[in-house]
């Protein structure tokens, strides 16, 4: 099956820095999501982008299928960004299933 | 509109025992698929449901089986249950099936614990 690798897997960031989520994906893909994962565990829409870049505030993400990898973009990182982001594809060859990422844990410091 | 709904939020069981969850998706969403999340195992694809058939199955024993209801809702029941079935089981509800516009929104989980 479609492989999900997800970098960096910890990041610790001063609160006002910029950061890049890496995730790479071994097979053609017809969709890709990011989410983030609060504390309580609820997993929380960021992106729906199969392909091209979307912003949304201080996040932002660009998903490049034709060499398969998605970046996401935190900029201007405050506490509340901290929890576990997520990457999740529905590989072509297998749709209705999606394939998540080990996630990246993201921490914030005041 | 209202988002997904998982019930009950939590639980504890006794390993052997059965359990079943529900979930109540987005209106007018007809795809619900299931996942568990595991320390150790991550999340990982339990099974997919559109307009009352499974479409999709992951790796799982046939001691994790679900259904769909004619409104969409679903329920997953486990069986014989194992230490190793204490997970966070989320819930997904898409407009579709797979392909192009399948974006799934998640449920805040139920917690299940096996003692």
């Known amino acids: 099956g479609i492989q999900v690798e997800q970098s960096p897997p910890d990041l610790i960031l001063q609160e006002g820095a910029n950061s890049t989520l890496r995730c790479n994906f071994s097979d053609s893909v017809n969709n890709l999501q990011w989410f983030h994962q609060n504390p309580w565990g609820q997993l929380i829409n960021l992106f729906y982008?199969?392909?091209g870049t979307k912003q949304n505030g201080r996040l932002s993400a660009t998903t490049v299928a034709t060499e398969r990898y998605s970046l996401l973009y935190i900029s201007s990182s405050q506490t509340t960004d901290s929890g576990v982001y997520f990457c999740a594809v529905e590989a072509y060859t297998n749709a209705g299933k999606s394939t998540f990422g080990d996630g990246t844990t993201l921490t914030v410091k005041p | 509109k209202a988002g997904v709904t998982q019930t009950p939020r939590y639980l504890i069981k006794t390993r052997g025992q059965q359990v079943t969850l529900s979930c109540s998706p987005i209106s007018g969403h007809r795809s619900v698929s299931w996942y568990q999340q595991t320390p150790g195992q991550g999340l990982q694809f339990l099974f997919e449901y559109f307009s009352e058939t499974q479409r999709n199955k992951g790796n799982f024993p046939g001691r994790f089986s679900g259904r769909q209801f004619s409104n969409s809702r679903s329920e997953m029941n486990v069986s014989t249950l194992e230490l190793g079935d204490s997970a966070l089981y989320l819930c997904a509800s898409s407009l579709t099936t797979g392909g192009l516009g399948y974006e799934q929104y998640f449920g805040p989980g139920t917690r299940l614990t096996v003692t």
């Open positions: 982008i199969p392909s």
